[in-house]
């Protein structure tokens, strides 16, 4: 066990540092871009300079690093405020997957600009009547020729307004188990009968989309994995979104709370000082440090050749809501001033109450806790399924509402 | 950067999990519950055989010169086993304070016994109820011997040796000293406790004599605690995943409304959360091993860290363990009790979860309080 850096981890630490030091936009460079121009410049310069997607083979676009070397690079740019959220759903779960099951051509074609961040992937899996159920879904495609042909709908995609390419789980066969009647494809979002149509989320924000399928046609050749042969493929996707999400992104957590508990009084003292805040923020930390920490030993598995495995679930199951309660919690610092929601008047420029907001979609994407908690006992502790009224019996004839 | 013990380290835990499964079974611990003996005294010398009192003791002192990731190990082992005996008091504590803090004297006289395990030490720091501190410790030491009573003293009533904290009485600093228990003014009654299968008491000194430890004592009795509180959190990581593993079992074999009760949400959630609470533990640990053995600047925060982790995932395991069994759990008859009792234990020694919560969050604010 080694939780230093080897010498050539420190050399590469030192040149990944360097390189970020001369390299990340600010000022002029940014002004006036949004917040997706900006991701899309930071990301085309880090690909030139072969820091983009950096475990990636060269030949997709990556430099073969290894995941030790993926986390020093991680840890040294998440040094700045870049953004990164836009590429999450391509290169952390859809290119692992293209990886998996594309053929090589389509690879070659595919993960550069992904890696790019030329192009951009969303992932089309939910639906209004398949949430936690996800094989449930209902959006069918039906085989015409060298094409399949489309129609349903899909809801809760990120990013499908600026996405170029997504992929896709839809059912070929109704006349069978649910598992069984699913394929998986990925499609041009431009192609003809694709509708985007924006969802209001709570946070006023509108990241998420309806996706509507009308005959939509998407040659057989972009199919990934046999026909039926879906609800696996999307098992590997759903395996590294997991590991993926995480604390989704936002950059609350205990160091912004001892922060603000050093600002803020509370009796006349700092809030720090009080043994009620302090047993809070050492919770906090407890779940921060021990997913951190769980974290980089899945890595060392990985740097051995293993699959990141169910284990990872626990990062959403509890970095979720561990945002929601740790945001609160900041709140109550700032007592009766914690509703403020102002860049200007808020402490941390309202990054706290973003992230109280943010944290309830966060506890749903991705396998709700409560699915995350059923995946950690059944495939981790290995507890039986709970009885499945739809269990082995045709799609078509399952009770529905 | 490498996140996972050695595989020589390993080895040590699928070898310490096979000799305490066949020494150490439930039937002995049921039986150190049911006994009037002190302590598994079979256990100690076997456990002895296996040098296990020695694994972070140098060679020049009798020891095996191993590291502290082989003895986070072998203290996980030892909370799994719910092992019945005065492993922590005599390694964690005794041992780590001689060879950390003790004169050359003290080490030679003391420690190649310690390891051999034919010694048994102990720590003496509570003197009732409350945090101990120098405001309220009233054990002195002057002129050479020491007197005061301490309780609850873990493994008081069968300890050769004690490291007592007590006040000087020239500098009132609280200072570390080492007391022979084969003195006529050492006095020692029974205590119970709620973890029947290990032994505590109440020692009363008599103008003993003692010999100090290092001088520098605060920071000496801080730095004691946070090397134990790493070894102490192995054991609760140990003890905690054993309470799961009972609970899983269990919640397979049992049926009610026609089926296994792990199949219900209602119980599956409950072990997916003690899961998640005993890999924070155990991740935490990892950390709080390395911080240890490598003497890193971060121990303190480390230490509490693992420590308050342990507490928490050890207490919540056994305490739905007991839910998840339902009213055999509750019986005498059920293994279920020995987890309760030894994480409840454990939780209580070498200070509470608020007190280590406090110890961290200090930590936090002054690292912070740097950086700004």
Same mark, same amino acid.
């Given at each position: ?136 879904l209902r959006t069918r495609a039906e085989r015409d020729g060298d094409a399949w042909v489309i129609n349903g709908q899909k809801i809760w995609t990120s990013g499908a307004h600026y996405s170029d390419f997504g992929i896709l789980v839809v059912r070929t066969d109704p006349s069978v188990p649910k598992h069984k009647g699913l394929t998986y494809f990925f499609l041009d979002m431009r192609s003809p009968g694709v509708e985007i149509r924006p969802i209001k989320q709570l946070t006023g924000e509108s990241e998420f989309n309806e996706v509507y399928f009308t005959d939509v046609r998407i040659p057989d050749s972009q ?156 495939? @981790? ?16 004839? @399952?009770?529905?509402? | ?6 595989? *020589? ?8 999990? +096979? ?40 060679? *020049? ?14 203290? *996980? ?38 390891? *051999? ?67 006529? +003014? ?162 209580? %020694? ?10 961290? %969050? ?11």
């Amino acid at each position: 066990m080694d939780f230093n850096d080897t010498q050539d981890e420190a050399r590469f630490r030192a040149e990944a540092a360097a390189w970020l030091a001369d390299n990340v936009p600010q000022g002029e460079e940014i002004a006036g871009l949004t917040r997706l121009e900006f991701a899309r410049l930071w990301q085309k310069r880090k690909y030139d300079a072969g820091w983009a997607c950096i475990g990636w083979e060269p030949k997709f676009g990556g430099r073969g690093a290894t995941p030790i070397e993926q986390v020093i690079w991680d840890q040294e740019e998440s040094k700045y405020d870049v953004p990164s959220r836009f590429f999450m759903i391509g290169q952390g779960m859809a290119a692992p997957t293209m990886m998996m099951w594309a053929s090589a051509e389509d690879q070659a074609r595919y993960l550069p600009p992904l890696a790019s961040g030329e192009e951009i992937w969303c992932q089309l899996f939910s639906e209004p009547a398949s949430g936690s159920d996800l094989a449930a879904l209902r959006t069918r495609a039906e085989r015409d020729g060298d094409a399949w042909v489309i129609n349903g709908q899909k809801i809760w995609t990120s990013g499908a307004h600026y996405s170029d390419f997504g992929i896709l789980v839809v059912r070929t066969d109704p006349s069978v188990p649910k598992h069984k009647g699913l394929t998986y494809f990925f499609l041009d979002m431009r192609s003809p009968g694709v509708e985007i149509r924006p969802i209001k989320q709570l946070t006023g924000e509108s990241e998420f989309n309806e996706v509507y399928f009308t005959d939509v046609r998407i040659p057989d050749s972009q199919r990934l994995g046999e026909v039926g042969q879906g609800w696996h493929v999307a098992l590997s996707t759903l395996m590294n979104e997991r590991a993926a999400i995480g604390e989704g992104g936002f950059s609350v957590g205990v160091d912004m709370a001892v922060r603000i508990a050093q600002r803020v009084m509370l009796n006349g003292r700092p809030a720090i000082e009080d043994s009620a805040v302090r047993a809070k923020i050492a919770n906090f930390h407890v779940q921060e440090t021990g997913l951190k920490f769980a974290g980089y030993r899945s890595l060392t598995a990985m740097s051995r050749g293993e699959m990141p495995g169910p284990e990872n679930s626990i990062a959403k199951l509890i970095g979720a809501p561990k945002l929601q309660q740790l945001s609160s919690f900041c709140m109550d610092l700032m007592e009766m001033a914690g509703v403020i929601w102002d860049p200007e008047l808020s402490l941390e420029a309202g990054a706290v109450q973003m992230a109280y907001m943010g944290a309830p979609g966060l506890r749903i994407a991705g396998g709700t806790d409560e699915i995350l908690a059923n995946i950690v006992a059944e495939r @981790v502790l290995g507890l039986p399924q709970e009885p499945r009224m739809d269990k082995g019996i045709p799609f078509t004839e @399952v009770p529905t509402g | 950067m490498n996140f996972e013990f050695s595989e *020589e380290q390993q080895m040590l835990r699928d070898q310490a999990r +096979g000799f305490l499964a066949q020494h150490c079974p439930p039937s002995a611990v049921r039986t150190a519950l049911d006994s009037d003996a002190p302590f598994d005294a079979e256990l100690w010398r076997k456990v002895a055989d296996m040098g296990w009192m020695a694994t972070v003791i140098p060679e *020049e002192y009798g020891g095996l010169g191993l590291s502290y990731y082989e003895l986070a190990v072998i203290a *996980e082992e030892m909370g799994r086993a719910v092992a019945p005996i005065p492993f922590s008091s005599s390694v964690y504590l005794a041992s780590e304070a001689l060879l950390q803090f003790g004169t050359e004297a003290l080490r030679e006289r003391w420690l190649p016994k310690l390891a *051999e395990g034919s010694v048994i030490g102990t720590f003496a720091f509570a003197e009732g109820i409350g945090r101990p501190c120098a405001d309220t410790i009233t054990a002195t030491f002057s002129g050479g011997s020491l007197s005061g009573t301490k309780l609850p003293v873990p493994d008081g009533d069968i300890a050769d040796l004690v490291i007592v904290v007590a006040k000087d009485a020239a500098s009132q600093a609280m200072c570390l000293y080492a007391v022979d228990c084969a003195q006529s +003014g050492v006095r020692r009654d029974e205590l119970q406790t709620l973890d029947f299968s290990r032994s505590h008491a109440t020692l009363h000194f008599d103008n003993v004599q003692a010999e100090p430890l290092q001088a520098d004592g605060e920071t000496t009795i801080a730095a004691l605690l946070d090397r134990a509180a790493v070894l102490f959190g192995w054991e609760q990581i140990g003890l905690a995943d054993a309470a799961l593993e009972q609970a899983r079992e269990y919640a397979m074999q049992r049926y009610a409304f026609g089926r296994q009760i792990g199949s219900y949400q209602a119980i599956k959630h409950k072990l997916a959360a003690v899961y998640a609470k005993n890999s924070l533990a155990r991740s935490n640990g990892y950390y709080g091993a390395w911080a240890l053995q490598e003497k890193s600047s971060d121990l303190t925060l480390a230490a509490a860290t693992v420590r308050v982790a342990g507490i928490q995932a050890s207490l919540f395991a056994t305490q739905e363990n007991i839910q998840t069994h339902g009213g055999m759990g509750f019986t005498w008859e059920f293994d279920c009790q020995f987890y309760y009792r030894r994480a409840r234990l454990l939780a209580s %020694v070498v200070g509470s979860e608020a007190m280590w919560q406090d110890r961290l %969050v200090g930590e936090l604010d002054r690292s912070s309080a740097a950086v700004a």
